[in-house]
């Protein structure tokens, strides 16, 4: 899928990260006045469904192409994705003018409920609840799930708070909760007309 991020729009803010280390090397370009449109390939099958997820319920135009030492296990992959995505955001974002600046949603998905809450306040955090039935999900470790939300938190400078409330199946469990991360990064990241570019805290400044 070709995806050209700049364009079709008057006002978008962009950004493009390349990670390279002796294990991973990972690109991506986020648009986050987007509308959804992806090219994702980690090397992952169930982590390119868990982040198409993001773009989609964002509506974030997403491309990622990463390559990992799968040979060792996932976990550097996983890991380092997240930590580029969040970079990512956190460029895009630049000084956080304008922006919502917190955002948070409830995502069912059948017996399954998630929840997620952030805040893009500059200062990184993460709390992750979830109680998982099976230690792998689709070839990768359920432990990672919450790394996965942590190490995102860390490189996007957020303070971000994930649950799933309860479920019965681990892939609709991790479903909702990607489907949540997205929208209430769309809720965050949106820019309220009345701030008129100011600054959303009483400091004056998210930079830290």
């Not at 390349?18 to 370009?29: F, K, L, P």
């Not at 059948?110 to 039935?133: K, N």
Request: charged letters at 20%; aromatic letters at 6%.
């Amino acid at each position: 899928m070709e995806m050209d991020v700049n364009s079709s729009a008057t006002f978008h803010r962009l950004a493009e990260i390349r990670r390279r280390t002796n294990e991973t090397s990972v690109t991506i370009a986020l648009d986050l006045d987007g509308s959804g449109r992806h090219a994702i390939h980690t090397g992952l099958g169930f982590l390119d469904h868990m982040l198409v997820q993001v773009a989609v319920h964002g509506l974030f135009d997403l491309r990622i192409q990463a390559e990992g030492d799968l040979q060792v296990d996932e976990h550097h992959t996983v890991e380092d994705v997240a930590l580029a995505l969040g970079a990512a955001f956190n460029q895009a974002l630049g000084g956080r003018t304008g922006i919502r600046r917190m955002g948070s949603a409830y995502v069912p998905m059948d017996e399954s409920l998630a929840f997620v809450a952030l805040d893009l306040s500059g200062r990184p955090y993460a709390v992750v609840e979830a109680q998982w039935h099976t230690p792998i999900l689709g070839g990768i470790a359920t432990s990672l799930f919450p790394h996965f939300l942590e190490s995102f938190a860390t490189a996007a400078r957020c303070n971000l708070h994930a649950r799933v409330l309860y479920g019965r199946d681990d892939h609709h469990q991790a479903e909702a909760l990607f489907k949540a991360l997205g929208r209430s990064l769309e809720a965050a990241c949106a820019i309220d007309p009345r701030r008129l570019g100011a600054v959303p805290s009483s400091k004056g400044t998210l930079e830290a």
